[in-house]
């Protein structure tokens, strides 16, 4: 067990997927304390009931919760809730995230709403209930999760591409407005091999492939430098850099963790 989180009490949006839960992991083994956030609460009470060997004897914490991060209510309940349990909140990973792939000219307007409210009036409220929180306990991290389609241009992901190089914008601008007491950043990830976002993006693509781990490997081979997807853990470990004391002199970065297939 390390202790580059030593003293971090972090919330993770969306801590039951994919990549929030391998960073709720991430955090525990570097010493930190994680309140695990997410819709569902069997979701939320098994993730917790994963992460408790993790917490180790006294030295982190790990709990949970429920919220849509849509709602304003609910999100502010969740902060208190998270400040309360882990007596203190010095770090928020908003990392809930929703998709819906479609071509511009055929998108609902409910699918319009759903991707943009979760993407990035979940990020702002979230933000907005955390900021007094983190700022009583003396200051500390926001990261975000954008992707790659924020940064680059995909097919079937516009809407899904705007709300994630909206985390991007929010995330510089959060910077600048809540510096130097709280340091904001973003993370870029490439394809998460992991099941997640992608597996399913993927899964809405395969038609032409035997398994889906077979068009993963495909998509690598022809669209990313080092020839690999990413896993959550790739994805975690900036997480755990980012909010680590190591990047103290980093805000307003966007950090691209996706084996080269973008590097703007
Ligand atoms: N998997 C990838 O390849 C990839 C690539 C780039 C970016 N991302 C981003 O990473 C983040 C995590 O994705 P993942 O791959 O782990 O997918 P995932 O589906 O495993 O996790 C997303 C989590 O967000 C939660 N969530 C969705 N809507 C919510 C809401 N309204 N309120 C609260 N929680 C909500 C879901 O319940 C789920 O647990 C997302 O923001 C996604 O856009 C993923």
Not at 77 to 88: C, T
Not at 95 to 104: D, E, F, H, Q, Y
Not at 237 to 264: C, K, P, Q, W, Y
Request: hydrophobic letters at 45%.
């Amino acid at each position: 067990m390390g202790e580059r989180l030593k003293g971090v009490k972090a919330v993770v949006t969306g801590g039951a997927g994919a990549i929030g839960l391998a960073t709720a992991r991430a955090f525990l083994r570097e010493g930190g304390s994680v309140f695990v956030a997410d819709l569902d609460r069997g979701a939320v009470d098994e993730a917790v009931a994963s992460l408790a060997p993790e917490a180790g004897a006294g030295v982190a914490e790990v709990a949970g919760g429920t919220a849509d991060v849509r709602s304003p209510a609910e999100v502010r309940a969740l902060m208190r809730d998270a400040a309360s349990r882990l007596d203190g909140l010095n770090a928020l990973i908003n990392n809930a995230g929703a998709n819906v792939r479609s071509l511009l000219v055929d998108y609902s307007e409910a699918d319009i709403d759903l991707i943009l409210d979760v993407n990035v009036k979940g990020v702002v409220l979230c933000s907005q209930a955390a900021v007094p929180l983190i700022r009583e306990s003396g200051g500390g991290s926001i990261t975000s999760t954008s992707s790659q389609a924020g940064r680059r241009g995909w097919d079937h992901s516009t809407v899904y591409g705007a709300s994630k190089a909206a985390v991007v914008g929010l995330s510089r601008a959060m910077a600048v407005e809540l510096a130097p007491e709280i340091r904001v950043n973003s993370i870029c990830p490439g394809h998460v091999r992991d099941i997640g976002m992608a597996w399913r993006t993927f899964g809405q693509r395969k038609a032409e492939t035997e398994t889906m781990e077979a068009f993963g490997d495909a998509f690598a081979r022809e669209h990313v430098p080092l020839k690999r997807l990413q896993t959550a853990d790739d994805i975690a470990a900036g997480f755990v850099f980012l909010t680590s004391g190591e990047a103290r002199e980093i805000t307003g970065a966007s950090l691209n963790i996706g084996g080269g297939v973008f590097m703007d």
